[in-house]
């Protein structure tokens, strides 16, 4: 069965391609791109006016399987992913059991085999039931097939703990994805520290709870050699560190979220919606700000979602009691087409 895409705009980086041409597939191939394409035996779909481009992957999304599929799951989540335009999604370990063995990825994959809607790449964790007190079993993910360890959802508290599961993982090759937050100074911070959590009478949750950690991270990264990728970096100051390993030749990445990007602190408002509950949370405009220009100027190598689905019971709760996370799979590719490609 052939099929001609015609008149779309293509986008596809690796072959420097951005421009309206016509696709033509063929089976599971890709038979040829080129302009003013035909093929009697195709079918023919007009696509002007829309984008073209090859599977988006997201490298941070939460599947809640196992464990938390009263919010999710693997089938529906990967759904949410392929009807967003992604075609593979990096799992986050804070599943229950945690992924942090072997046999909890195998589930994963075996479990998106038989029922995803997407690639599916597990991130195992980087400590035993994200505790931070003995590293996982490294070994035994990768061998199953994890691409990353990460505690994300809690992070690593303990810089020596930290050094010390970056210096035995990685011989493995993989990279160490930090979820950047002091637990101690961040207490039970519930939005960004400033006038509106002030105003709003919620517990304030300071920029440098992040921060702290990413300038920690980005250390323990150069003491021990690992590569190191900042997870859903949300202020301007911690962008600036991950722009200054950068230009020392650190192996150091970061991604931002379509939230941390395009919402800001002052969407929560005395309604108190608790869709704007987000770990870390929506910062200032001029944080947001800074985020876009790192977006255009590379210091963010890749937009990810974050997405962290709830039940509906959860997120209805009061402010204090609510869950953090938002869902970003179906919106992602929009909100970057409206307000980073079109502007
Ligand atoms: O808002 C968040 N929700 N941030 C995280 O880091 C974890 C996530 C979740 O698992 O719900
Ligand atoms: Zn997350």
Not at 275 to 281: A, D, R, S, T
Request: glycine share 12%; with cysteine; hydrophobic share 40%.
């Amino acid at each position: 069965m052939a099929l001609l895409l015609k008149n779309a705009h293509v986008v596809d980086p690796a072959v420097e391609l951005d421009g309206c041409v016509d696709v033509l597939v063929e089976g599971d191939k890709i038979a040829a791109v080129g302009e003013n394409l035909t093929c009697d035996a195709a079918e023919v779909i007009d696509l002007t006016g829309r984008y073209l481009v090859p599977g988006l992957v997201d490298m941070h999304v939460h599947l809640r399987e196992p464990g938390f599929e009263a919010k999710g799951d693997i089938e529906s989540e990967t759904a949410a992913a392929a009807h967003g335009g992604f075609t593979g999604v990096c799992s986050m370990p804070n599943t229950k059991p945690v992924t942090d063995n072997g046999v909890v990825v195998e589930y994963i994959k075996s479990v998106a085999a038989a029922k995803g809607h997407c690639r599916v790449y597990p991130s195992g964790a980087m400590t035993k039931g994200l505790k931070g007190e003995i590293i996982s079993e490294m070994g035994d993910m990768v061998e199953h097939g994890c691409v990353a360890f990460t505690d994300d959802g809690h992070g690593v508290q303990g810089a020596g703990m930290l050094r010390r599961a970056m210096d035995y993982g990685q011989m493995f090759g993989k990279v160490f994805m930090s979820h950047c937050q002091d637990e101690d100074l961040v207490g039970d911070g519930q939005i960004n520290e400033g006038a509106v959590s002030t105003r709003l009478g919620l517990l304030g949750w300071p920029a440098e709870g992040e921060e702290l950690q990413i300038m920690r991270d980005i250390m323990i990264a150069e003491l021990t050699g690992a590569k190191l990728h900042i997870q859903h970096i949300s202020t301007a100051k911690g962008l600036d560190m991950v722009r200054a390993a950068k230009a020392k030749g650190l192996p150091v990445t970061c991604e931002a979220t379509p939230h941390h990007l395009f919402l800001t602190e002052d969407a929560i408002d005395g309604t108190y919606n608790t869709c704007f509950k987000v770990n870390p949370p929506l910062r200032t405009a001029a944080d947001a700000e800074a985020l876009i220009a790192g977006v255009i100027d590379g210091t963010v190598d890749a937009i990810a979602t974050d997405h962290a689905p709830h039940s509906d019971w959860e997120k209805s709760r009061e402010f204090e009691l609510a869950p953090f996370g938002m869902t970003g799979l179906e919106t992602a590719l929009g909100l970057v087409i409206t307000n980073l490609v079109k502007t």
